[in-house]
């Protein structure tokens, strides 16, 4: 089954303790992109990949960092989180072999920093 | 900058049709998505329009209006499971998979 996979589903953390958020996606899709989405907000873009080891920054990366040394795994990492970080997370992934447009979301997961 | 502004609210009946309206403004303009994301659930694709028009897919139709930086997406014969929230968004200047979001609309079908 084609497919956006994200772990943890949900995470409960505290200030300053470095976590990953997984993704993997079987798709063999070039794109690959984080958002987080807050009510109200939307979904925000904080990084985005275009291929292996291209990465670049979205609308809100700060406290974030990427890596895309594979192309089927994009993890989001933060280094020293902090309760406004506490969101719920997308990662996705698409291709211009089938659509710039069309991205395909892993199942989101929650976050709470304390 | 880029910006979308969509209602943040819009409530119908079932067997209705609802449009949800969209406009934004880019530095450049590389077309309008629509994704549809249900209580609980992830984000997933509805339609695309790159050019004026309409675009239909079953009882979902979307429009775009470039000189107008307007588009929607309409909803016919709504039914109960048509009750989430629905984005619009831009592709933006500097990466194919950069994109924009509108905060969204949040569509509830009532019997």
């Known amino acids: 089954e084609a497919q956006v996979t994200q772990n943890p589903r949900y995470l409960i953390t505290v200030t300053g303790k470095k976590l990953t958020v997984t993704c993997s996606q079987n798709m063999n899709h070039e794109y690959m992109s984080w958002y987080r989405q807050d009510p109200g907000l939307g979904l925000r873009q904080i990084y985005y990949s275009m291929n292996v080891e291209v990465t670049d920054k979205g609308d809100v990366p700060e406290g974030y960092k990427v890596s895309r040394k594979e192309k089927r795994n994009f993890p989001l990492i933060l280094e020293s989180p902090s309760p406004n970080q506490t969101s719920l997370y997308f990662c996705a992934s698409s291709s211009p072999q089938v659509s710039y447009n069309e991205q395909f979301f892993g199942p989101g997961t929650r976050l709470t920093v304390l | 900058g880029q910006s979308l502004e969509q209602p943040s609210e819009v409530t119908a009946v079932e067997g209705a049709i609802v449009q949800i309206n969209c406009t934004y403004q880019?530095?450049?303009?590389?077309?309008l998505s629509w994704y549809q994301q249900h209580d609980g659930g992830a984000p997933t694709f509805l339609s695309y329009n790159g050019l004026d028009g309409l675009e239909e897919t079953g009882r979902f139709s979307s429009f775009l209006s470039r000189s107008d930086s307007y588009g929607y997406l309409l909803l016919q014969e709504l039914q109960m499971k048509d009750s989430a929230s629905y984005f619009c968004?831009?592709?933006?200047?500097?990466?194919?998979?950069?994109?924009?979001f509108g905060a969204g609309t949040r569509l509830a079908v009532h019997p």
């Open positions: 880019t530095s450049g303009f590389y077309g």
């Open positions: 968004a831009v592709r933006a200047p500097g990466g194919y998979n950069k994109l924009i």
